[in-house]
């Protein structure tokens, strides 16, 4: 992710603008780690950042932290819920929607997400999914 310079001697008004440029005003861990590093840098020694202001961001980014670790958690719930159960799910191969279902026979966590593993084999997606039933 490239960040624009900004011309600015206050911090903030450099983290806010840097906020918006980044792709919808999103921001991930690193990008928020690595703008409050920059903040951090730049900041006049003269003027620092109110502490208020600092502690406010660090309590913001715990926060986002934990809601992502939480949905996180839930995902791999609900996906271990449906272990034994029928799904039906929208799958897409070269550029060709189809649908696939069969019972849920095994439950794996990978970096790219949550995958459920059907009885004849197919391999999908927690988001694929669109019909659950017993």
């Not at 950042?49 to 996180?72: H, I, K, P, R």
């Amino acid at each position: 992710m490239a960040i624009a310079p900004v011309s600015s001697s206050d911090p903030s008004t450099a983290l806010s603008t840097a906020v918006q440029q980044t792709a919808g005003g999103q921001l991930g861990e690193q990008q928020f780690l690595q703008l409050l590093v920059t903040q951090l840098t730049n900041q006049d020694p003269l003027q620092p950042q109110d502490q208020s202001q600092f502690l406010a961001q660090l309590a913001q980014f715990s926060t986002v932290e934990g809601v992502n670790n939480m949905a996180s958690a839930q995902s791999k719930l609900q996906a271990s819920s449906l272990l034994g159960k029928t799904v039906a799910a929208q799958v897409v191969t070269n550029n060709v929607p189809a649908t696939v279902s069969g019972q849920v026979t095994a439950v794996r966590y990978g970096a790219d997400g949550v995958h459920v593993d059907l009885a004849d084999g197919s391999d999908i997606t927690l988001d694929q999914i669109k019909q659950v039933s017993n």
